[in-house]
């Protein structure tokens, strides 16, 4: 296969549409892409597969990159030993999530980059993340390495066999899942809580010290236990958690939107990476976290979350980008660092000596740089101190103080836009893209914003449109024109949560209906007839050394965690018994794996309180824009109700396709000509009632 253009050199990923796969297009290295082509060319060659896992915001993988794969010397060394695949984790998660257990057994640990060295089989028999060129502080150097492989290639094949053969039984034991007897109930809930309660920073929030994650799933839980319990220690953790985030560096106060984590336990010092599925997550933290406390600073964060996806990840066609890089110039967080000189070149004194105070700016820096242990001259824009608590401390409204930050921010934005801005990885995922549908239509109904509902109905048209195959089946990534790869369990889990969420936001049947037909093709490809639970791949999509089941929560929640809450509310939606039954299949199949540790997988226990209950099955009839109906809608959506299920039938026309999904509704009836409201909770009905107050202490009586 030769590659040709102009009179530059490219190797095979030139012809990719991954923004990762295209930044080592030029690398002397003569990467493959993970094809037949490469697995037959090791094998005729008979030499191993250097596997590289990473994505292109990666500040470790550009590292790497730079060290390494433009380096002359060790890319004549890997093209002579290997043959060298690149996979972007984004665009294959099957292949990394494969492939990042293995590193995980064998070393004790994983993250990306993921090197992988495998027989032309896949079998791996050596594994670790980054690697420098040169050996240094007990890490094994590429320049090392390599001759060590060939070595051990050449003369010791036996031993590369027992290797192969003790990760593939280690492999295979990892992906069994056994029905088991263990109790997924109340006492679960409590063991969590138990168990993100002791580890809870008091300080700062958060769970865990350096380098600490916003871990959404966690509040999303604590919300719900919340509720539940009413323990005023889980809500007093999710506030401490979300101001210190907001407040923070890993929240850019200019442009808005969190970076990916943070690397110290203060919340300063982010890693600077921008992805699209942090936003959409802690959208619906902040979003359900203001139902529940009414706080300002909650709603302004949300909106603000919004602007910035619009403004940085909303691609003209209608679908979100996946993220923005950390680094920029070849320095990571560049574009988002201020030194004092810089900001005294755009503000005023006055403006400066607040910016001090507010934003804990200082002439040689606010922060210690990871690396060196010192201080760089470098600032990290955060609040110091809230603007209210500012203002009183300066005898000011904060309407003054809103216009003068206005001002300070307006002019810092506009200097730092000016800048080169880091990379931006512009393919559109469905699975991502199909949260963010679900964040946007649930703040649309919290918030009342037409905006959080425009933009998703807006990515979920492009979705429905761009991203499913003739069958009907999803496809999971979009780029420069072309939808390709095969759909996997997250992309249609993520997709429906958005689609019943923008059923609820607007009361279309058609999402309904689109959502149905989803699950439908979801259960006959993917479910495991044998064990319950749902597959990470197709039953006939490529399979990577084995199928996996995924089940942790961590950054995303898991496929089967929304799978879960899906069939759940579904089953409430439509009566319909089958899905009810499947939701205890897929809870029988992973109660022993969530028993042991219930704190990794906080996603499936949102799900499981939900399934506890009660939960609520509440239909309105009445006119849509009429006031009596409206107020009913209001006075729901501004109550923290998760585990209820809303239908509006309208007064005017049959409902036809809403009647076919939702057989019951038939029979439900205005009563006086006024707008109604229905409840239904564990097998009995309330009285209907016309008033707002009545349904809502209707709710209360049956503890939604």
């Known amino acids: 296969m030769e590659i040709h253009k102009d009179d530059d050199q490219y190797n095979r990923l030139k012809l990719e549409k991954s923004p990762y796969l295209i930044q080592h297009a030029r690398n002397p290295v003569g990467w493959y892409p993970w094809s037949d082509e490469a697995f037959l060319a090791a094998q005729r060659k008979n030499i191993p597969i250097f596997l590289s896992i990473g994505y292109s915001t990666c500040h470790w993988c550009h590292v790497m990159a730079h060290e390494c794969f433009e380096d002359e010397e060790i890319a004549d060394d890997m093209n002579r030993a290997f043959i060298s695949i690149k996979v972007d984790r984004e665009e294959r998660p099957d292949i990394d999530s494969t492939y990042m257990t293995v590193c995980q057994m064998m070393t004790g640990s994983g993250g990306w980059p993921l090197s992988i060295i495998m027989t032309p089989e896949k079998k791996p028999f050596f594994a670790a993340t980054y690697i420098p060129k040169e050996s240094s502080f007990g890490r094994i150097g590429m320049r090392e390495l390599i001759p060590m492989i060939e070595r051990l290639w050449r003369e010791e094949p036996g031993r590369i066999e027992r290797i192969t053969e003790e990760v593939e039984k280690a492999l295979q034991k990892y992906s069994l899942t056994h029905k088991g007897e263990a109790n997924v109930d109340e006492d679960l809930l409590e063991k969590a809580f138990k168990v993100l309660s002791s580890s809870f920073d008091e300080e700062k929030g958060g769970f865990s010290g350096a380098p600490k994650f916003p871990t959404p799933s966690h509040l999303l839980f604590l919300m719900r236990y919340w509720k539940r319990k009413g323990e005023v220690r889980a809500l007093e953790m999710v506030e401490k958690t979300l101001s210190s985030m907001r407040h923070g560096g890993i929240y850019d106060q200019l442009g808005f939107g969190f970076h990916r984590y943070s690397t110290d336990a203060e919340w300063l010092v982010p890693h600077f990476e921008k992805m699209l599925y942090d936003q959409a997550f802690l959208m619906l933290a902040y979003s359900e976290a203001y139902q529940i406390t009414a706080r300002e600073e909650y709603r302004r964060t949300a909106l603000e979350i919004l602007r910035y996806v619009e403004r940085s990840l909303t691609a003209p066609e209608g679908g979100f ?300 009839v009445g006119e849509r824009g009429r006031e009596d109906s409206e107020e009913m809608l209001r006075a729901l959506r501004r109550s923290y109700l998760p585990n209820k299920v809303l239908i509006f039938k309208s007064i005017h026309g049959d409902q036809v396709l809403l009647q076919r999904i939702v057989p019951f509704i038939k029979e439900h009836k205005p009563v006086d000509g006024k707008a109604t409201c229905y409840i239904c909770s564990n097998f009995s009905c309330a009285q209907p009632t016309t008033n707002s107050i009545r349904m809502l202490e209707t709710l209360k009586e049956i503890g939604i």
């Open 321 to 620: 980008f996946s993220a923005e890089d950390a680094d920029s110039e070849g320095e990571e967080g560049r574009f988002y660092l201020w030194t004092h000189s810089e900001i005294e070149t755009v503000l005023d004194q006055e403006e400066i000596a607040i910016c001090q105070k507010i934003f804990g700016i200082e002439p040689d820096g606010n922060f210690v740089d990871e690396v060196h242990r010192m201080k760089n001259g470098r600032n990290i824009l955060y609040l110091r101190i809230p603007f209210d608590e500012y203002a009183r401390s300066m005898r000011r409204t904060e309407g003054e103080v809103s216009k003068t930050l206005d001002r300070i921010l307006t002019k810092l934005y506009s200097a730092r836009d000016e800048r080169i801005h880091p990379h931006l990885d512009d393919k559109v995922l469905t699975d991502w893209n199909g949260l963010m549908v679900a964040a946007l239509a649930r703040a649309a109904q919290i918030f009342g914003e037409s905006a959080f509902l425009s933009a998703a109905e807006r990515a979920c048209a492009f979705l429905l449109q761009k991203m499913r195959g003739k069958g009907g089946e999803l496809l999971h990534r979009y780029r420069e024109g072309e939808s390709a790869i095969t759909g996997f369990l997250s992309d249609y889990t993520f997709l429906i949560w958005g689609l019943l969420e923008l059923y609820e936001a607007t009361f279309d049947e058609q999402y309904l209906e689109t959502a149905f037909q989803l699950n439908e093709h979801l259960f006959n490809h993917f479910w495991d007839k044998e064990n319950g639970g749902y597959f990470m791949t197709s039953h006939d999509g490529e399979k990577v050394l084995i199928r996996t089941k995924e089940l942790y929560d961590g950054a995303l929640p898991s496929g089967n965690s929304v799978a879960l809450l899906n069939l759940l509310r579904m089953h409430f939606l439509t009566g319909r018994q089958e899905l009810r039954e499947r939701a205890d299949e897929l809870i029988e199949a992973f109660a022993p794996q969530v028993a042991r540790d219930p704190a990794a997988y906080t996603s499936f226990l949102c799900s499981v309180d939900f399934n506890i209950g009660p939960g609520a099955q509440i239909v309105i």
